[in-house]
């Protein structure tokens, strides 16, 4: 055991998680923590820069096993000093209480029952309706110049499209589309991006005001391809075709910096889609500590898959399945092993 529940620590740390609780419970009336690998989601909110408390508490529920912890409004003094005290000792688990439960996160599918999903939409309907969202992606990308400000209006439009796909309970694999042409694939991949992360964000029980900025971001992600400057990048000597290609995030997230109205989430989406979850990936971090966000993690998943199934076009077409082994076998490290569970549980499900 590290400290007794009495000693003084455990109180103080009781005194600032009351106060801070307090707060909270005045806008809502229970408190869920959802602990996703190094991220912490409180009320459905992804937090970031959580410091050094935050990512010790994520630490020591992670060594205990658990992943999701509710709060509920009537928490006392007692049952709080008791919780700590339990996340505190090296051994034995964590007790539920009257006002504080525990457990771990299963795959919940947030709205989207796979049993219930609608059928509703025959594939052609389901097609249609792709394409007219890729022709408005086209058409958005087609105004975007490094000389102009971008509105978003257009991109928030097709968003809200999706959404409401996704409320309709429709199987989100029958709205990814492989790109018709070489010309089609920078529209069917943004669009194919951000079906794919809303769901893995719906999956994950994120707030549909979420779902909206991360869909945004993901449509958004590779903007940058279209901001390189065509000619050389140095005076020396012009970079190659693939120096070039991985200044994409840096222009990308510039780019979107100066957007009014726009989501922070979108040029931080830009700038991290190509790191990979143990920091490696580019472009490269000059600080240590700085991680990925949880949404650019999704949005790397998704990328990931998504070129696959491109690419597959090429060779031998690979099945879902084989492309959800794929994601799996990926070197450790690539990805946030939480959220490629995630992923592919949910992929199964929704494919089976
Ligand atoms: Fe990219
Ligand atoms: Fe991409």
């Given at each position: 055991m590290l400290y007794s529940k009495d000693h003084?620590s455990v109180?103080?740390l009781t005194?600032?998680?009351?106060?801070?609780?307090?707060?909270?419970?005045?806008?809502?009336?229970?408190?869920?923590?959802?602990?996703?690998?190094?991220?912490?989601?409180?009320?459905?909110?992804?937090?970031?820069?959580?410091?050094?408390?935050?990512?010790n508490f994520?630490k020591r529920i992670k060594r205990k096993g658990m992943?999701?912890?509710?709060?509920?409004?009537?928490?006392?003094?007692?049952?709080l000093k008791q919780f700590i005290a339990d996340i505190a000792t090296t051994t034995g688990g964590i007790k539920s209480y009257?006002?504080i439960?525990t457990?771990?996160?299963?795959?919940?599918?947030?709205?989207?029952?796979?049993?219930?999903?609608?059928?509703?939409?025959?594939?052609?309907?389901?097609?249609?309706?792709?394409?007219?969202?890729?022709?408005?992606?086209?058409?958005?990308?087609?105004?975007?110049?490094?000389?102009?400000?971008?509105?978003?209006?257009?991109?928030?439009?097709?968003?809200?499209?999706?959404?409401?796909?996704?409320?309709?309970?429709?199987?989100?694999?029958?709205?990814?589309?492989?790109?018709?042409?070489?010309?089609?694939?920078?529209?069917?991949?943004?669009?194919?991006?951000?079906?794919?992360?809303?769901?893995?964000?719906?999956?994950?029980?994120?707030?549909?005001?979420?779902?909206?900025?991360?869909?945004?971001?993901?449509?958004?992600?590779?903007?940058?391809?279209?901001?390189?400057?065509?000619?050389?990048?140095?005076?020396?000597?012009?970079?190659?075709?693939?120096?070039?290609?991985?200044?994409?995030?840096?222009?990308?997230?510039?780019?979107?910096?100066?957007?009014?109205?726009?989501?922070?989430?979108?040029?931080?989406?830009?700038?991290?889609?190509?790191?990979?979850?143990?920091?490696?990936?580019?472009?490269?971090?000059?600080?240590?500590?700085?991680?990925?966000?949880?949404?650019?993690?999704?949005?790397?998943?998704?990328?990931?898959?998504?070129?696959?199934?491109?690419?597959?076009?090429?060779?031998?077409?690979?099945?879902?399945?084989?492309?959800?082994?794929?994601?799996?076998?990926?070197?450790?490290?690539?990805?946030?092993?939480?959220?490629?569970?995630?992923?592919?549980?949910?992929?199964?499900?929704?494919?089976?």
């Open positions: 003084a109180n103080e005194k600032k998680a009351l106060s801070i609780l307090s707060e909270i419970f005045d806008k809502s009336d229970s408190i869920e923590i959802i602990i996703v690998e190094d991220d912490l989601i409180v009320n459905k909110n992804p937090m970031r820069e959580m410091g050094i408390h935050g990512d994520v992943s999701r912890i509710h709060l509920l409004k009537g928490v006392t003094h007692s049952e009257q006002h439960k457990g771990v996160v299963d795959v919940h599918i947030g709205n989207v029952e796979i049993d219930s999903l609608n059928e509703d939409f025959d594939a052609e309907d389901l097609s249609s309706f792709t394409s007219e969202q890729i022709a408005k992606v086209r058409e958005e990308y087609n105004k975007i110049s490094p000389f102009k400000k971008l509105n978003i209006a257009g991109f928030e439009e097709i968003v809200v499209k999706f959404l409401m796909m996704l409320q309709k309970k429709v199987n989100i694999l029958k709205l990814i589309k492989p790109p018709r042409s070489f010309d089609q694939y920078s529209y069917t991949h943004a669009t194919n991006v951000a079906v794919l992360t809303i769901f893995q964000a719906e999956v994950l029980g994120l707030r549909e005001d979420m779902l909206h900025d991360i869909g945004i971001a993901a449509l958004l992600h590779d903007v940058g391809k279209l901001l390189i400057p065509k000619d050389g990048l140095n005076k020396e000597g012009s970079a190659t075709g693939e120096e070039k290609i991985k200044l994409h995030p840096l222009y990308g997230a510039q780019y979107l910096a100066n957007v009014d109205g726009l989501t922070r989430l979108a040029p931080i989406a830009a700038f991290e889609h190509h790191l990979r979850y143990d920091g490696q990936g580019y472009p490269e971090l000059k600080t240590g500590n700085r991680k990925q966000h949880i949404c650019s993690q999704m949005i790397a998943i998704s990328d990931f898959f998504d070129t696959l199934r491109s690419t597959s076009l090429y060779r031998t077409s690979l099945g879902v399945k084989e492309m959800i082994s794929l994601i799996r076998t990926k070197d450790e490290g690539a990805f946030n092993p939480f959220l490629v569970n995630n992923f592919t549980r949910a992929m199964h499900l929704a494919i089976s």
